[in-house]
């Protein structure tokens, strides 16, 4: 079939066809059987009807039964009717992706449609940009995506899905890497065409379409309950042919895989590297780098552009990366784009809808940001603005300016200062019952240094024998008590989670209920203005509609100020202290110390002194913030020249 490919790679394929095929079969036979339950009451009334007119089934029960079974046969087909209104008309769901005309990437276009015709399949519909390390085929033939859709141009299929391509793919991968990572891709368009197996897709995603109408918003109580039936329908039908569906597109899978052997097979392993590393460079710039400038409303325009800065700096570090960036004098897959500047600023702001849930669009409370401002307009600021909320916790707390006193008893000096935050976390570490058994014994001594020895020995035999009594008495009580033991074991347990340093942990508490209510006043501002958008679009529909015109696509995503994909659970009131007080620290030497905001690529915010990244601050502060322990954060401060008493420049 194939004779590049060799014949170990036809019978593969072969085998993946039959078996997507076989599975598509099993599918639509799931549908048949739906079918034909629905149209069994109306089946069984014909036959009644048939048997009353032939003289066969005559009689006032017959007439009886004639009646019932016809009243439950339209019942019936009314509710069969419904459902597959339901399943045909709801809106299967679509990943939000940057669409790209072919005006926009002509060699890209060129590149994927050379790639269909030398493996002999359908080239995609169209291709679309999404901000993650992940390729796939989308099918958006729903009469619903038709309009959010950018056609590839003549020769492509109207039936055809749309290509998918991660944006950051573009630019770390070469042209030849790329063209090797799309090619087992592409090759699925040939099974997609297959009408059986295209037949069970869009069944499959209509009864994934139906079972979320119910949620739909908008719905009044009555629509809502058919909703909730018609659902539950539509869940049953997508239980009994779920494993079919997986299976096929197992099938498509091994099928494609097997035909895109024939094209760029070295390379493709390589690329796979390639895709490996570009996924671990990609989570890291959005877990470190992005995500502290989403939180301070600012959007990193130039996100894909970064991830090869960040894989650099990767392959320098790491020894396992050690000629990756020697890839970077070939020619970068982002050249097949027009304006990748503009595509790579689009696919930023997605990505921040995605894993943050930020706004759609960019407005006074949400702007882009340059790479080259970073340390300025996001570093700094974050710094500040959590120095200033932990200097608010601490007014809100009663420790107003000049009232405050350190560990010893010292006045604090006024004003936001370092001085300030290290006196109020550096208390005295609560002494442990041992610790205070041994002071204890300590005083008795020295207070009874001059009793007589013989008196002494006399003491010592007592307590000797208390203490035997004490332990035969424990034993005993043991022994009655088998439960006696899970007690003792708890109450150690909850001594060991007595807090170390409690100034901390009611510090951490009220930050962490601070910025929930910070959070909470967000959510609120983005999804006011998604309601305010949504608004506006449906009326600019409703007038296009009435005056004949067509409306702009509006593309669905995730406007809400919930994220689809969140990057990181919360954050625990122990860690929200320790990055302020890292950020209080980093102010003061920023104001009184040779010291600078900056960006690591792949740790993010950074303290340079002396332009070298301070590394060695983490563990001080958290030895402050758990144990109350400031001397190691104080001879830090004094070794690069900070002055704590000064007061520092808040936001």
Known sequence: MYGVS????????????????SRALAVLRVRGRALG???????????????????????????????????LAVLVLIAATAVALVVARARPAATPTVELAETAAPDLYRLVRDLADRLDVPAPAAIALTPDCDSWLEDRTHRAHRALRTPGGEGESEGAPVLVIGSPFLWWMRVGELRAVLAPVVAGTGPAAQPDIAAA?????????????????????VRRIGAG???????????????HAAEMERGVAVAGSERAQAVDYGVRIVAQEQVGLAYAGWDRLLTRVALPAWRMGRWPAKLDAGVVSALTELSRRDRLADGFSSRLGERPACDL??????????????????FHGG??????????????????????????????????????????????????????????????????????????ADARAEADTDAALDAGAGVDTADAADAADTTDAAGADTDTDAEDA????????????????????EPVNPAAEALAGALSALLAREEAAREARVAASALTAEAAARSAEKDDRHSGGTSA??????????????????????????????????CAAVDTAEATPGLDWLDGPALLVGGERATDLGPRVLALVEEGDPEPLRVWLARTGVRPEKPVRLV
């Open 337 to 354: 784009l027009e304006e990748p500047g503009a595509v790579d600023e689009a696919a930023s702001l997605l990505a921040a809808r995605l």
């Open 201 to 221: 897709r869009r069944f499959v995603r209509g009864l994934d379409a139906a079972v979320a109408v119910p949620g739909t918003p908008g719905l009044d109580p």
């Open 229 to 243: 039936a018609v659902g539950q329908v539509a869940r049953v039908l997508l239980r009994a042919c779920r494993g």
């Open 6 to 21: 060799g014949t170990g790679s036809d019978v593969g394929e072969e085998w993946g066809a039959r078996a997507a095929r």
């Open 553 to 586: 696509p509006v593309v669905s995503g995730p406007d809400g100020p919930l994220p689809l994909f969140p990057l990181q659970p919360p954050r625990s009131g122990r860690d929200l202290l320790a990055d302020h007080v890292t950020a209080m620290v980093c």
């Open 478 to 497: 043991t022994d009655l008590d088998p439960d006696l033991d899970l007690v003792l074991d708890a109450e150690d347990v909850e001594d060991d989670d």
């Open 37 to 71: 339950l629905a149209v069994l009451p109306a089946a069984v009334a014909v036959v009644l009807y048939a048997g009353g007119v032939t003289g066969h089934f005559t009689g006032s029960g017959w007439d009886a039964a004639r009646w019932v079974v016809t009243v």
């Open 359 to 432: 706004p759609a669009a960019p407005g006074p409370d949400w702007s882009p940001v340059e790479w080259s401002q970073y340390p300025e307009e996001v570093v700094d600021r974050k710094w500040r603005t959590d120095a200033a909320r932990l200097h608010q916790v601490l007014d809100g707390l009663g420790l107003a300016d000049g009232t405050a006193r350190g560990a010893g008893g010292e006045r604090v000096a006024e004003g936001p200062t370092l001085t300030r935050v290290i006196a109020h976390l550096a208390t005295e570490p609560t002494k442990s």
